[in-house]
């Protein structure tokens, strides 16, 4: 290890024990990048901590096993932090703060990534703040609005006209611009992480206010930056609630306290209720369209109505899918929708840019080598091939950790698409199955029928291959339908050739609204017609030929 690796080591493990806030932590990063010398001790000439001494050499940093007390950087002294009195409600406020931001603040990429799946790895972690790219809306406004409009419902003041040059109207702008707001998308194109990175900048801030957070979010009013965020997870509370009877507003609240309860929180449930009643709070509800059945939805959608209306005060910003949201039933009452825009071409490139530093930054790539893998990311993104992906978040950061690991993204999407299903059929499943609650995960399923991989995989082929000739002339995006009783009949059929199971069933549509549609009581999966073809080409190249 390197001088300055022991010293970036060293300033880390200090920004984790709490010693050193966010602001003063980059800041320190930055001039030892610069070569300026930082040393951390304690109390003598080492670094103290605990039974532990770990002695800096010249010019470096060591901070090792649980540090307390002052520490010194640079002849500046950092106090330790007092740790929070969960009893009191500023303690516990602070507690749950904490929790949220240690939540959202890194890329989920368990389940993704290889190495983020180890459970033996003590690699860092990839911070969420650090890659965050601003979504744009598909909203247009003057160029001189700033998306402060004086009704908190409506959005007034929106243009479609041409009279002014326009400008696209940012995803924040919006959600500050409406006390209630629906963020409409398609899959993997950023909803959830819009909300992550909201949570953790709102919920860092009253934490660190010095530490440039409220900077983040640019335009959101000062006197809301200590607004408390609180968020839900829509698909666990219709889970939570599928025996309530008719949906009331104090059925979300008696969620959200049942989850601060499992999470040993109790002490916040008052002070957070206090909040809410006077307005001092936000809430992040995520994913409206991943409801199983109809009876779900429309509990969830009223229950919402409901709550917001009791508490119209506080702001309300919801995530749907685009497709399930144009059905007059998923649609919320007096919550104006927002469609999120494709990254243009400089969000990808901010996006890629940022990738690679961040990789530098936890010790995945070298840090010599993090500009000329960024711009050969850019380049191969930009290949005809390989364009139509990048636009779209969840598939540009797929390709970002293939062209990590493999140092190159192949020429073809069909052979994108093979390491593609492998991420997201595979490993993002496992990430998203929570232990005990969830429906089986989908290699349990092929046993349970009788099935291997490679059946599933033969039968997705058959369906791709369908789907493609059904979907249109080569070279249309048109897009394709396989529906839920053709993957129940072909991938997830028992190969006794009974009827599939509910469990088979559930697990489908517990799944579907992740990458599919509801319409007419069945679930859809659409993909361009071409797409199906490169599924259908890598997974059955004989047949396909």
């Not at 966010?22 to 080492?46: H, P």
């Not at 008719?246 to 959200?256: G, V």
């Not at 995989?457 to 002339?473: M, N």
């Not at 549609?517 to 059955?540: K, M, N, T």
Request: neutral net charge; hydrophobic residues 35%; proline residues 5%.
């Amino acid at each position: 290890m390197t001088e300055l690796e022991k010293k970036l080591d060293g300033l880390r493990k200090a920004h984790e024990a709490g010693i050193l806030d966010e602001g003063t932590y980059q800041s320190l990063v930055a001039d030892a990048q610069d070569g300026v010398t930082a040393n951390i001790e304690g109390s003598g000439s080492s670094a103290q901590a605990g039974q532990t001494a770990v002695a800096a050499g010249a010019g470096g940093a060591a901070v090792a096993g649980n540090v307390e007390g002052d520490v010194n950087i640079d002849n500046r002294t950092f106090v330790q932090p007092e740790q929070p009195n969960p009893k009191t409600a500023a303690g516990a406020l602070k507690v749950y703060r904490r929790l949220l931001a240690s939540s959202c603040g890194n890329l989920p990429l368990r389940g993704i990534d290889i190495g983020a799946s180890d459970p033996t790895s003590e690699g860092k972690k990839m911070e969420l703040a650090q890659v965050y790219v601003d979504l744009d809306t598909t909203t247009t406004v003057p160029k001189g609005n700033q998306g402060k409009w004086p009704n908190p419902t409506y959005p007034a003041g929106l243009s479609t006209g041409d009279t002014e040059e326009q400008r696209a109207l940012s995803t924040l702008q919006a959600v500050i611009g409406c006390n209630r707001a629906v963020i409409l998308g398609d899959p993997g194109s950023g909803k959830t992480t819009f909300l992550n990175h909201l949570c953790l900048c709102l919920a860092a801030h009253s934490l660190e206010p010095k530490a440039g957070w409220h900077a983040r979010l640019k335009g959101w009013p000062k006197n809301r930056a200590r607004i408390i965020p609180i968020q839900v997870v829509l698909r666990d509370f219709a889970r939570a609630t599928s025996d309530k009877g008719k949906a009331q507003a104090r059925h979300l609240w008696d969620f959200i306290v049942s989850r601060l309860k499992d999470q040993d929180l109790q002490g916040a449930v008052k002070p957070l209720r206090e909040a809410v009643d006077k307005g001092k709070a936000i809430f992040f509800l995520d994913g409206l369209d991943e409801m199983p059945t109809d009876e779900q939805r429309v509990f969830v959608r009223e229950a919402i109505e409901k709550f917001a209306n009791s508490h119209s005060e506080c702001q309300f910003v919801v995530t749907c899918r685009t497709l399930s949201y144009q059905e007059k039933e998923w649609q919320l009452d007096n919550f104006p929708s927002f469609q999120l825009a494709a990254l243009d071409k400089e969000k990808i490139k901010t996006f890629i840019e940022a990738w690679y530093k961040e990789l530098a930054r936890v010790g995945t790539v070298q840090a010599d080598r993090a500009k000329g893998l960024s711009a050969k990311l850019s380049e191969a993104v930009g290949r005809s091939e390989l364009r139509p992906l990048a636009p779209n978040p969840l598939l540009l950061t797929v390709m970002s950790l293939v062209h990590a690991h493999k140092g190159r993204l192949p020429d073809a999407r069909a052979l994108l698409y093979e390491d593609t299903i492998d991420i997201l059929l595979w490993r993002w499943e496992e990430l998203k199955a929570d232990t005990g609650e969830d429906a089986p995960i989908v290699r349990q399923l092929l046993l349970d029928c009788g099935r291997s991989e490679v059946d599933l995989k033969r039968a997705l082929a058959s369906l791709a291959f369908d789907a493609h000739r059904s979907g249109g002339s080569e070279g249309q995006e048109k897009l394709a339908d396989i529906s839920e009783n053709q993957l129940l009949t072909g991938p997830l059929q028992p190969a006794s050739h009974e009827k599939p199971g509910l469990g088979q069933r559930h697990h489908l549509r517990g799944q579907a609204p992740r990458w599919a549609s509801h319409r007419e009581g069945e679930w859809y999966l659409h993909l361009p017609a071409s797409d199906f073809s490169g599924i259908h080409g890598r997974l059955s190249p004989g047949l396909a030929q």
